[in-house]
């Protein structure tokens, strides 16, 4: 298949000019040349379907020419700048092929389109500043040779490291300035969508590794990964094989966003090399901010436009104005002399502005560009074509204060103007400094702080073939402390396999309640998720780690808010305190009718043979204990807190004491009846009700000294219960309470001794054993109680304390009266003169 490029109007030229008093030299890749065309040949047999590039990629430079014919014509137009003197071009078709680049450069030097090695001719039209482009390699060549004569050089391509290095390239000027703000729009973008986990693909070229390398930085600061990185090679060739590039696209099935920074051609050759158009759709985010492509997909209505459905692209929006008006009343017979400006027009119309193409139909007369759709992308202002305008402008404006400096010198020269050097203009180039009518400044200083406004363009499909590019964000930036990042959701077509905002992670977010733990190993990007421990929250999205709720607070169920803790305590309305106060009236209910069985049969022979005087003191103090219990429920206070355990301490004292007193008085009783004075005085004198004062007196010591040196203390605890915050009384001081309890555990141990040892003294009403039997399930309880009252917390605390206070007190009370109630109320017979005698005489 045959893809002749310049069937009319071309007999192997391959530069264009507009003569003049000062003439520029240009070069500019205006169209594909042959050698590439053999190339795209290659490829379109083994892809036959993509015939349609070829005509895509034929003309999409031509605007840059056209660009430059504007600018020269307003300038020649304009009396205030370059007055007298006309300005002019020579064009060299540059496309990014050594051996075209060699020949423009060549023909440039000889100053004739068969070019002679080392011989200058023609110098009466010699060039005074070259702009090029739009390859950084391209100008580097040029720089090379133009450096040997000091010519200037204005680039209109994208900015360049390399380039800027003054120490190689003097005479060299860019005109774009470098994208400071792109990587951080890309990562704004990325960041909005929540976009982690992501596929880059640049040239490999040193703009594509600087941007890569500056890009992944700022995706570091920022928690995003790289999930592939494919270079496409600078220089096409058919036998660069991008299967690599195939590969990462279909193992990364979670990437559903890929960066593309690289030129046109770079993303079309790989796309068709590596049959992309049948892999799932993705999200593209095209990052050079120079490049036009998505218009020209647009304009060409070819398949491509399915495949970018959806996509992004970064632009930086440019005017030129009037330039609009200027391509819309062009015509073809504008620039006759101009071999690129007729096939264009028979490519674009299929008709011819001459007669020399017999083949072709003549134009109509009202034939203009803007009734073209086809060509709209000519009509569309791209970044190399505003650079070439500022680039004309920059040199005329140069000129110009170079020339008003010789006139203030007072120089006279010759109207033909030979005298002007080109070296002669660098010193105003690089101070030159002025706003064009675009409202732009332009200088070549080092130290511009220019402002950055790219437009977020989304590529939206209405019709299979049918496209348009729509603004649905922007992004400025000044500084990394000054940017600003703005994005219309509303507006945005996302590729149609999506339903909805498409995701790009490694691994889903972590939701509140969840923290991330990085793996071994693995980008950042993967991690898993583990939910927050006890007394911990996550609040926000993928939360490095839990935080601790305050003390006064609790974690609700799904660990994402701290909730207040509600304050509780050992109430009269809890079901706990509630069992346990109605266990403490009822014992004490029965005590007193204990007591009340007692004062009515005070004069039988049972109650009298056990000393009714201690009995009754004993019930008093049982009676007291389940009453003390009280001061344990219900919401402490300061008083209730000493309380608690004074009286704990000295009714207790008072009942073992008063048992004690008992069993001494049970010795003593059976003494009494052997012969000997001492015990009889002793029994007749009560000294036996010594022992209860004495013990009473002993613990009120110990409870002062308590009370004096740590007493007990409202205090709260935040720990025990999950939701709650207990108040309870604190002891103050532990071995303190601790002392009363051994010394209570000292009595009911004494009382236990000389109980046990007088259970089997003969007598009818000898209550040593029912003594005895108290003592042991007092001192039971009470040694269960400690470890048990060191295992709990909390309210359980306060609870195990009443629980053994009402315990041990209902064994004394059951033990000791229930069996002489039962004889009393059931067995009267047995509480008798004449049923002690008769038991007495069968002894």
Known sequence: MELPLFTCGYKGETNTYMEADVNLATFIPISIPLDLSQYLQILFDRKPTLLWKFDLLKWRNYQYLLTLYFAIEEINKDSNLLPNITLGFHIYNAFNSNKITLEGLLMWLSGRSDYIPNYKCNTQHKALGIISGNKPEFSASIATLSELYNVPQVTYGPFDSMLSDKDTFPSLYQMSTEDRGLAQGLISLLLHFGWRWVGIIVSDDQRGREFLSDLKVKMVKEDICVAFTVKLPDNLNENVNYDYGLQNL??????????????????????????????????????????????????GKHIMINLFSGSFS??????????????????????????????????????????????????????????????????????????????????????????LSKTETGSKEDRNTDWLLSWQLHPFLRNIKFINTAEDEISFGENKNIMETYDIQNFITYSFRNALLLKVGEFVFKSAQDQGFFINEVLIQWPNNFKQTPQSVCTQSCGPGFWKVLQKERPVCCFSCVFCPEQHISNQTDQQGCIRCLSQEYPNPERNQCLPKAVTFLSFEDPLGMALACTAVCFSVSTTAVWGIFLKHQESAIIKANNRTLSYILLISILLCFLCSFLFIGRPNTTSCILQQITFALVFTLAISTVLAKTITVILAFRVMKPGRTMRRLFVSGVYNAVIPICVVIQLIISGVWLETSPPYIDTDEYSEHAHIIILCNKGSIIAFYCVLAYLGTLALGSFTVAFLVRNLPDTFNEAKFLTFSMLVFCSVWVTFIPVYQSTKGKAMVAVEVFSILASSAGLLGCIFFPKCYIILLRPDKNSLICIKKIANKK
């Open 250 to 299: 279909k193992q990364h099935a979670r990437v559903n966003v890929n960066v593309f920074y690289g030129d046109i051609d770079d993303l079309l050759f790989f796309c068709v090399d590596i049959r992309i158009f049948v892999t799932r759709k993705k999200v593209w985010i095209l990052a050079k901010p120079h490049s036009t492509y998505l218009e020209s997909i647009i304009n």
């Open 314 to 403: 970064f632009l930086k929006k440019r005017t030129i104005p009037g330039f609009e008006h200027f391509l819309e009343v062009l015509t073809p017979s504008h620039f006759p002399g101009d071999v690129y400006f007729s096939k264009f027009w028979i490519d674009s119309f299929n008709c011819s502005p001459n007669s020399r193409c017999g083949n072709y139909k003549p134009c109509p007369v009202n034939i203009s560009l803007k009734t073209k759709d086809k060509i709209n992308e000519v009509m569309t202002i791209s970044e190399p074509s505003y650079s070439i305008w500022s680039a004309v402008y920059a040199v005329a404006h140069a000129l110009h204060k170079m020339l």
